[in-house]
């Protein structure tokens, strides 16, 4: 079995800052900004790939970059997927540059059913309500159904009530369409803390149902930066294989680097954009690229908080600039809201709506239909495509009936409660 990359030539931290004669801070630092990975050995102690701290040190120091496109694989292969809750083809567009093709799109937003019509204009999307769609007609012919239900009743970020906001029902939904195909592999993709949701109960009901049709699943958390998006994005992928097909659960392996916002916005096309209100962008004027609100006087912090100053939390969204030698913050339905403000490195405005697009690897000439506010909450709701890219790269691998390898990891069939135990690297603390 291959070794994990990250497991080669691994150094704690004070060997790291002894071998490059950097600071301790300075490389925790790199990891905080989504540089470079750190995994716990077996001895529980933080531990980094020497090559990946060297190419940091590199870019920091030297101003390397590393190239930066949208993915495009060897070509078609006979492969087939149903995509549920499409959004603007994130997914749908990575799956088929890895070679996957699309028979069925179903969206509910018209603004993005829009975008999937001009960009591919002989593609069958459907839209309306998923519960009203009916699936017989691909049972047997379909090798992949994927979806990204939607995630607002499993995020942190909201009040997470799960399976008591009728969003949450629509896993189900997923799982009928999945039940009437009856497709080799099932894919589910979501939010992290959908993971540790109500106790872990909320994935168990996922995990226990896609069981009750027949099918072995296994969960990991992707993080985007490592998989050629210059953004710090994870999403949570549930792979689920039939039972009676002999075929291992792979994912992709991550990179031994990450793509900078100064990859991604070279030479990035012009376009619309949102515009700062002129109090805000005095506001944000005086923040430093990389900067938030900790970087404002005080009295300045406190009027343009307002109650917020006085609640707990790191609160690092807010007059939040970006910085050119690290990945991206996570992109918004919107980059000019107070609480998830994603400002310019340099101009004092917001990401315009190309910039988004190439934060999210879709290429320039994909082209996006409704208003500016509902572009950006299309390409902000998005898979990223090179990383759907890499999914449907180990997708293709499995269904060819291929190994781990370099490129892929295999993934046993777990419990829950030995999925919710998984140990992702994670930034230093």
């Known amino acids: ?101 699309s028979e069925l799109l179903v969206e509910w937003d018209r603004h ?38 939607p995630c607002q009743a499993f995020s942190y970020a909201g009040e997470g009530r799960g399976f008591a906001d009728i969003r949450g029902t629509m896993f189900f939904q997923f799982a009928r369409c999945v039940e009437e195909v009856r497709p080799k592999i099932a894919l589910g993709e979501n939010v992290r803390g959908l993971l540790k949701h109500d106790g872990g109960r909320t994935l168990a009901t996922m995990l226990d149902k896609l069981s009750e049709l027949g099918y072995r699943s296994a969960v990991r958390v992707l993080r985007a930066q490592f998989h050629d998006v210059p953004q710090k994005r994870e999403r949570l992928i549930i792979l689920a294989v039939r039972d009676d097909i002999q075929m291992p659960i792979l994912f992709p392996r991550e990179k031994e680097y990450s793509v900078t916002l100064r990859d991604a916005l070279k030479a990035v096309p012009e376009s619309a954009g949102q515009e700062y209100p002129e109090k805000k962008r005095r506001v944000l004027d005086l923040v430093k690229a990389g900067g938030y609100w900790r970087d404002l006087p005080d009295d300045i912090q406190r009027d343009y908080m307002g109650g917020s100053y006085h609640l707990g ?19 918004t339905c919107s980059p000019a809201q107070k609480q998830t403000e ?33 572009q950006y909450k299309q390409i902000g709701n998005a898979v990223p495509v090179n990383l759907a890219f890499h999914l ?4 293709r691998r499995m269904l060819d009936g291929g190994a781990e390898d370099a490129d892929f ?4 069939e777990a419990s829950v409660e030995a999925q919710m135990s998984l140990r992702l690297p994670d930034p230093c603390p």
Request: aromatic share 8%; glycine share 10%; with cysteine.
């Open 1 to 101: 079995m291959p070794r994990d990359p990250q497991e080669a030539a691994s150094v704690d931290l004070d060997q790291a800052a002894a071998k490059l004669g950097e600071s301790a801070d300075t490389i925790r630092r790199w990891a905080k900004k989504g540089l470079v990975r750190s995994s716990l050995d077996d001895k529980q102690r933080r531990v980094f790939n020497l090559a990946e701290l060297e190419r940091a040190q590199q870019r920091f120091h030297h101003g390397s970059t590393t190239e930066f496109r949208t993915l495009v694989g060897a070509g078609v292969s006979r492969y087939r997927a149903i995509e549920l809750f499409s959004g603007c083809g994130g997914m749908a567009l990575g799956f088929e540059n890895a070679g996957i093709q």
């Open 313 to 331: 939390g790191g609160k690092t969204g807010m007059a939040r600039r970006l910085a050119w030698d690290e990945p991206s913050l996570t992109l």
């Open 342 to 374: 994603r400002c310019h490195p340099d101009e004092t405005r917001p990401l315009t709506v190309r910039e988004y697009a190439r934060i999210q690897s879709f290429p320039d000439s994909w082209e996006f239909a409704g208003p500016i506010s509902a």
């Open 409 to 412: 990891t295999e993934a046993a």
């Open 112 to 149: 993005a059913c829009s975008t999937l019509r001009k960009n591919w204009p002989d593609k069958n999307v459907v839209e309306g309500d998923v519960a009203e769609v009916e699936f017989g007609d691909y049972a047997g012919e379909i090798d992949i159904v994927a979806g990204g239900f």
């Open 392 to 395: 449907g790269c180990a997708l």
